[in-house]
């Protein structure tokens, strides 16, 4: 007798907040019609167990129903939480009979909004096996929040290795075949990069046809749908205070060997999947290798264009690795290769988007990031970059680190006023500028929780919604976290304009293509 298994993709969070004025507004975007990368290849490996029948239910994209949940107060501010999507009552029958399901929780913010699934599939299938995993399940806090709150399994990572090996645990299941094992790709004095062998996304078992939102905005004209998700390495080499990738890799890089890269690419073309969303911790680490590293990239970019994919950036790329041997001089030849954009029968090619991660617009803080580069040495890439031609450029800026005071806000919105300038001669005007501003987190695990979780003021599991890049969990040296999510806001539409209705502020599906760019 064949095992159900079912892989859940839960619905959206939707958070409105509403000042003591009485204005509502909006945080984030709601977005769900984007690929589920996790879920297809957890599909496809679940898929090499004897016996087993894989099913993906994505409640994003099942519906568009918004459930009001709950209400809850922070420092003045009210906030509104809705799922967004497919109701639970919409998928009762999809999961009864199911011997296990898997639920994916990628973001803390959306944690209760699992549990609540959690609970909800229990009393459905009170023998059903329910397995968590994602990036909010990384660390032993969370994996005890999951594990207390209506899941009997969690698997932190590699999910296409953990769940099979979950299941055969349980189960006793047996795969078709091992494991294939990772050698060496590129090395350096002091650390390997192994090679990323992962399952082909599984798009037969979703409709493709309705992954039609990019993570930054509108399409272009020229790139088509529907959108894949592409992912040619995994990890990072930079240990960034905020970020959590270092830990939960443990400092390990892997990346696909440029046969592994083509496969994917004609999968995704066989499956009429053009525009591609580099979905990459760091996509460039690859060039800490030297000439090796540095070929690798070449190769797997090439491929692409190739291949006639239009791409973007949206996990943002560590752009003050693109300079020649002087650490000073932009690398012409790879910025090229990774942002010019082309027309090719009617068809985009290349990208047409560069996500650009500033992260702090004042000098004292841009300090502690190793990655970035001197300030004109920076600029002198974001030209170059500029200079390709990409239709838009995002720069992704961070507010509320504890030292923030009303001169470092001066000092940086300096620097956002002479990066929209830059965007605007170098492209003779051609290319879009748009700000994305982000509030600095505490995210369990990151070097950061740990030096500054005295600070906070919610309570991350009776509020997870607030635990999100749009909201304010603890004050700075001069900003209460009312005053820094709303001072986000204020910035948002004093650099974007109403390019926010759009981005940030939207609350109803986008159009797919951009009207102008």
Not at 117 to 127: T, V
Not at 181 to 187: F, N, P, T, Y
Not at 301 to 318: K, N, P, Q, T, V
Request: with cysteine; glycine share 8%.
């Amino acid at each position: 007798m064949s095992l159900e298994i079912k892989l859940m993709e839960p619905p959206a969070l939707k958070l409105v907040c509403t000042t003591e004025d009485g204005e509502s507004f909006a945080l984030p975007t709601v977005r769900t019609h984007y690929p589920k990368i996790q879920l297809q290849v957890l599909s496809s490996a679940l898929q090499e167990l004897d016996n087993v029948n894989v099913g993906i239910i994505d409640m994003k994209t099942l519906g568009n129903k918004e459930v009001h949940y709950k209400t809850t107060r922070h420092d003045g501010l009210s906030f509104d939480c809705y799922r967004v999507g497919a109701d639970f009552e919409d998928i009762a029958e999809a999961v009864e009979g199911s011997d296990a399901i898997g639920v994916t929780s990628p973001f803390t913010q959306n944690a209760q909004i699992v549990t609540d699934l959690a609970k909800f599939i229990r009393r459905k299938g009170p023998k059903t096996k329910l397995v968590v995993g994602g990036y909010d399940t990384n660390t032993r806090d969370r994996q005890k929040y999951y594990l207390q709150n209506g899941f009997d399994y969690v698997v932190p990572r590699n999910g296409e290795i953990q769940f099979p090996e979950l299941l055969r645990k349980i189960f006793g299941v047996q795969q078709n075949r091992g494991n294939p094992e990772q050698s060496v790709v590129l090395s350096d004095d002091k650390r390997q990069a192994r090679r990323l062998i992962l399952p082909l996304p599984d798009l037969d078992s979703v409709n493709i046809s309705s992954y039609i939102e990019a993570e930054d905005g509108l399409l272009p004209q020229g790139a088509s749908l529907p959108i894949g998700y592409f992912v040619s390495s995994r990890g990072c080499d930079r240990k960034c205070d905020f970020c959590t990738i270092w830990v939960n890799n443990k400092g390990n890089y892997e990346l696909m060997e440029i046969e592994d890269v083509e496969r994917l690419l004609r999968h995704y073309k066989e499956h009429g999947v053009t525009t591609l969303l580099h979905a990459e911790s760091n996509l460039l680490t690859r060039l800490r290798y030297g000439a090796e590293g540095r070929k690798n990239l070449i190769d797997t970019m090439s491929l692409m264009r190739e291949y006639g994919f239009a791409w973007e950036f949206f996990d943002g790329i560590e752009f003050g690795r693109l300079v020649k041997d002087d650490g000073r001089t932009p690398d012409g030849e790879l910025i090229d290769l990774l942002f010019k954009p082309e027309m090719k029968d009617g068809n985009l090619v290349g990208g047409y988007r560069a996500y650009i991660p500033l992260e702090a617009g004042y000098e004292e803080r841009r300090k502690t990031f190793d990655k970035l580069k001197p300030y004109d040495v920076q600029q002198n890439i974001i030209r170059r970059i500029v200079e390709t031609g990409v239709r838009q450029i995002s720069s992704g800026v961070i507010l509320g680190f504890p030292e923030d005071t009303k001169e470092t806000l001066e000092e940086s919105r300096k620097r956002y006023y002479e990066m929209q300038d830059l965007v605007s001669e170098a492209s003779g005007e051609k290319a879009e500028s748009l700000f994305v501003f982000y509030i600095h987190q505490l995210f369990s695990g990151s070097v950061d929780f740990q030096r500054y979780k005295n600070m906070l003021t919610v309570d991350v599991n009776e509020n997870p919604e607030l635990y999100q890049l749009y909201t304010a969990c603890k004050p700075t040296k001069e900003f209460s976290p009312t005053e820094v999510t709303l001072l986000r806001r204020q910035l948002d539409w004093e650099f974007n304009g109403l390019a926010v209705n759009q981005y940030s502020e939207r609350t109803g599906r986008a159009p797919t293509l951009h009207p102008s760019i």
